[in-house]
């Protein structure tokens, strides 16, 4: 089977709306940040925050990309999101679909 090393991630960050899910994702494919933004809706995250366990139903973005653009994702994210502290957080995307990762390449800013 054919598939490639890479050195592009996957940037999961959580909203606590669809709408601004949709305005972040929208906002870094269209600054070509990203090359696919998946948005679910109703992910259940339970957290602890300022010494209080909280429990948040929120949507998951997870943002296709290359790591060299997470800098730049980073920033445009905070500039959208409403939490003080929005989770923004990178995995690897070790191997893929050759196809695929030459997509996110040609789709993403340089």
């Given at each position: 089977?054919?598939?490639?090393?890479?050195?592009?991630?996957?940037?999961?960050?959580?909203?606590?709306?669809?709408?601004?899910?949709?305005?972040?994702?929208?906002?870094?494919?269209?600054?070509?940040?990203?090359?696919?933004?998946?948005?679910?809706?109703?992910?259940?995250?339970?957290?602890?925050?300022?010494?209080?366990?909280?429990?948040?139903?929120?949507?998951?973005?997870?943002?296709k990309t290359r790591s060299a653009l997470?800098?730049?994702?980073?920033?445009?994210?905070?500039?959208?999101?409403?939490?003080?502290?929005?989770?923004?957080?990178?995995?690897?995307?070790?191997?893929?679909?050759?196809?695929?990762?030459?997509?996110?390449?040609?789709t993403v800013g340089k």
């Amino acid at each position: 089977m054919d598939c490639a090393v890479s050195d592009h991630i996957v940037c999961l960050i959580t909203t606590p709306t669809f709408e601004e899910a949709e305005k972040i994702a929208t906002a870094l494919v269209e600054k070509k940040l990203a090359a696919c933004c998946t948005i679910i809706k109703g992910v259940t995250s339970i957290y602890e925050w300022e010494g209080k366990m909280n429990r948040a139903e929120e949507c998951q973005i997870f943002a296709k990309t290359r790591s060299a653009l997470f800098p730049q994702l980073m920033a445009e994210v905070k500039k959208l999101h409403g939490y003080d502290v929005p989770e923004i957080i990178a995995l690897p995307i070790t191997m893929g679909l050759p196809a695929y990762l030459d997509w996110i390449d040609k789709t993403v800013g340089k």
